[in-house]
């Protein structure tokens, strides 16, 4: 490990001031970021720990559910007010990693890393969440970009994601038995409007939508409306954990399955 500048500001302009520092990384939960730095993967001149600015809670209205960048995974999971609105995402937080990850990890860094096997991306993008940062809101279509790859620009840092309370919503993944990453996890939301939006992580490399089982579900919102219904497996990951056909396969079955816990 090389050494590093470390700071802990307590305003959000000096983060962001910080942040644009060359080499500089920002430092949320460290689920990812510190493994990459141990494993010399990662050398930044300097780590901005995000823990100062105090940045966490849920705030839940009529039509959103708010939730501050730094509040931890397990803080969602056990929210009273996100189970009412959203059950959905209540149970995509609480199925994350394990105690230690759920208490350490954030809603922020989890979507500004946007890991492909992440699971909170598929709830952003499904829900048609809006990103809030320092200088501007982003809608959730136009956010994740690619692998490990969003729309944030240098010194821009997420403060907040609202989240439009839908009419139903489901989750279902099919975990990593070690990691609790998704080989495939799949979130589907119905929208006070009818509309549907399905969002997929793990199967490729980056989260995406599925046409195709939106349309479907659109038309009827029932597991059996995507009988026939399938992904391509041309583009999706393959890997020692599943290949590309299984994972298609498994984007299917979790699709029904998310369909079918949604309420």
Known sequence: MENFDFHRPAKLADAVKLAKTKESKLLSGGMTLLPTIKQGLAAPSALIDLGGLKNSGVKVGAKSVVIAAGTVHAAVAADKGVKKAVPALSTLAGGIGDPQVRNRGTIGGSVANNDPAADYPSAVLALGATVHTNARKIAADKFFTG?????????????GIEFPVPAKA?????????????LVGVFVAQGKDGKVRVAVTGAGPGVFRVPEFEEALS???????LNGVSVKAKGLNSDIHASAAYRAHLISVMAKRAVAAAK
């Open 147 to 159: 692998l490990f790859s969003t729309a944030l620009k240098d010194g821009e840092i997420i403060t």
């Open 219 to 225: 038309k009827k919102f029932s597991a059996d409306a």
């Open 170 to 182: 489901g989750y279902a993944k099919f975990p990593n038995p070690a990691s609790r990453y998704a």
